[in-house]
């Protein structure tokens, strides 16, 4: 398939960063899917790390990991979500690894002694990822969002390269969608254009001319402000949308909809247009304003919970299992920090909660509390869901205070534990000797087969299972045989490795750890099986 043959659309923002282009670019895509078409999707981040793998959660937020292994952007999970696609290293590209390609090839002599440069050599680098994306996928729609904000200094080398590709497949195939924000003035009581309309200008001066505007707002916009941004910045009134700011994310693609972006997409491109089919969209967003009044309390144990977007698809997950339950999910935050010292605050918030979710996450700081956590919800027949860490913490856990090996851990947190019941698994004890961290986990999609009986199995209503794992260390198999003894079910192992993938709580009504990341395959149409039987397994036990 040719490049030309797919329609590509460019998504940039500009004002300021948070405003949702993830969200946007996903909600086109989802619109789009819904008429018919092939939709795939990029990501284009301006940092010079090869991958956020080895970035803080404080400051980027979650790494979500794709079915081939890759670490990439949270906005990706954003992507799958809205158009149930699944997505590979193929949709995300950073300035860090084209940086890294490029030295690379400098040391070997590959450019001739020729001077390396953004321009041609880095701007040609993400023109040719585009292409090959397209290709690769057969697209007939390509949805390229930049990340940052038009002005910042690192993302000029991707409006350029958008420019050229605009230049070089033509106006007919190119669009570009801007997103910004109209700020509100409590003083004056009005939303401002002001900003939008600089940011264009800024845009323009990069040889690039919006032909949609998403206006973001915490107010409704009036629609003369929306003919004001329209005659400022040169686009047609009907491709200004007012983007507002709704209770559920989920609106969005109906929204937009509403206001027929995609009638605008394909007049843009010279298309017969196609009314899109959202009516699974709306069927959601029905269920999520209509929960008959139940409301479940998740409290999640972390330590990166002052970081909005550090769990997000787990948050997502959550609620996606309460719509199939027919009840709302209110996720609550606790501190596996505050919990290890005892605050008397966190501890009550974690006593009142219908469920006990354990995340994923890295280091020893916060450890002790989330044990304690799982402690508290064994002995308390609290149902509790342990997510990669969470499911080792489950197991250190059982260790101590049922098989009384006090000392029980993780060589994590202790290389030196007498009894290292999570252990670091052989190929993963050079790379941590070396400290060569980027990229080199246990990573992506690996099979399990689940025992028959297991709440596991049950859920799955199938035997062998593929999920997405991201970490180093695994349950230590000399101590598989005394943990099922004491009642801990080994109730799913990779059949290839036998390596131990799940773990239940017998003598429980709900209390299940997986190795891996099931939140990175639950959809809002589609729930995770295990998160939707989390949640009804709170809705039984409190008898909802």
């Not at 350029?160 to 910004?180: I, S």
């Not at 769990?311 to 027919?326: M, P, Q, R, T």
């Not at 860490?389 to 009384?404: P, S």
């Amino acid at each position: 398939m040719s490049f030309m043959q797919t329609k590509y659309i460019f998504v940039t923002g500009g004002v300021c960063s948070g405003l949702g282009k993830g969200i946007a670019s996903a909600s086109i895509g989802a619109i789009l899917k819904s008429c018919g078409y092939k939709v795939s999707i990029i990501k284009m981040d301006p940092y010079l790390n090869p991958d956020p793998g080895t970035m803080s959660p404080f400051q980027h937020g979650e790494v979500f990991v794709t079915d081939d292994g890759y670490e990439a952007d949270l906005d990706l999970g954003h992507y799958e979500r809205f158009i149930d696609i699944p997505l590979s290293r193929q949709a995300n590209l950073t300035t860090g690894q084209i940086y890294q390609e490029l030295m690379e090839r400098e040391r070997k002599g590959e450019f001739l002694g020729k001077t390396v440069q953004i321009v041609p050599h880095v701007t040609n680098k993400i023109r040719d990822f585009i292409k090959k994306a397209a290709k690769n996928t057969g697209a007939d729609f390509l949805i390229i969002e930049i990340g940052g904000t038009v002005g910042d200094i690192e993302g000029e080398p991707y409006l350029e390269a958008a420019r050229q590709f605009h230049h070089e497949a033509g106006d007919n195939n190119v669009m570009f969608v801007h997103l910004t924000l109209l700020p509100f003035l409590a003083t004056s009581g009005e939303l401002k254009t002001k900003p939008t309309q600089m940011s264009v200008k800024e845009l323009e001066r990069r040889g690039i001319h919006p032909d949609m505007i998403l206006a973001r707002s915490d107010y409704h916009i009036p629609r003369n402000l929306l003919d004001k941004i329209a005659m400022f910045c040169d686009v047609d009134e009907q491709a200004v949308i007012p983007a507002p700011t709704i209770s559920s994310i989920y609106e969005v693609p109906l929204n937009f909809a509403k206001a027929n972006v995609s009638e605008i997409i394909f007049k843009k491109f010279g298309m017969f247009e196609k009314k899109p089919n959202l009516r699974q969209w709306q069927n959601l967003v029905k269920k999520i304003k209509a929960s008959n009044g139940r409301q479940v309390a998740i409290v999640k144990v972390g330590k990166y919970t002052a970081h909005g977007d550090a769990y997000i698809s787990v948050d997502e997950a959550l609620k996606a299992a309460g719509f199939a339950n027919n009840t709302k999910v209110k996720v609550i935050a606790v501190d596996s920090e505050k919990l290890e010292s005892n605050d008397k605050k966190e501890w009550q918030v974690l006593k009142k909660a219908d469920g006990i979710l354990v995340p994923g996450g890295f280091g020893k700081r916060g450890i002790e509390g989330k044990i304690m956590a799982a402690k508290y919800a064994r002995e308390n027949k609290v149902p509790y869901f342990g997510l990669c860490l969470g499911m080792q913490i489950m197991t250190i856990e059982f260790a101590r205070n049922v098989l009384r090996l006090k000392k029980a851990n993780s060589t994590e947190f202790d290389p030196k534990t007498p009894a290292p019941v999570i252990a670091t698994m052989l190929e993963q004890r050079k790379n941590i000797a070396e400290k060569n961290y980027g990229g080199t986990m246990r990573l992506g999609n690996q099979r399990a087969k689940l025992a028959a009986g297991s709440l596991s199995f049950k859920a799955y209503g199938q035997r062998i299972i593929s999920e997405r794992h991201r970490h180093r260390y695994e349950f230590n198999n000399d101590y598989k045989d005394a943990m099922e003894k004491a009642g801990l079910r080994i109730a799913g192992v990779n059949p290839d490795r036998h390596l131990v993938e799940i773990v239940e709580v017998k003598d429980h009504p709900w209390m299940v750890g997986v190795q891996f990341h099931p939140e990175f395959k639950s959809r809002p149409l589609r729930p995770h099986p295990l998160f939707r039987e989390f949640i009804r397994a709170e809705m039984l036990y409190y008898g909802q």
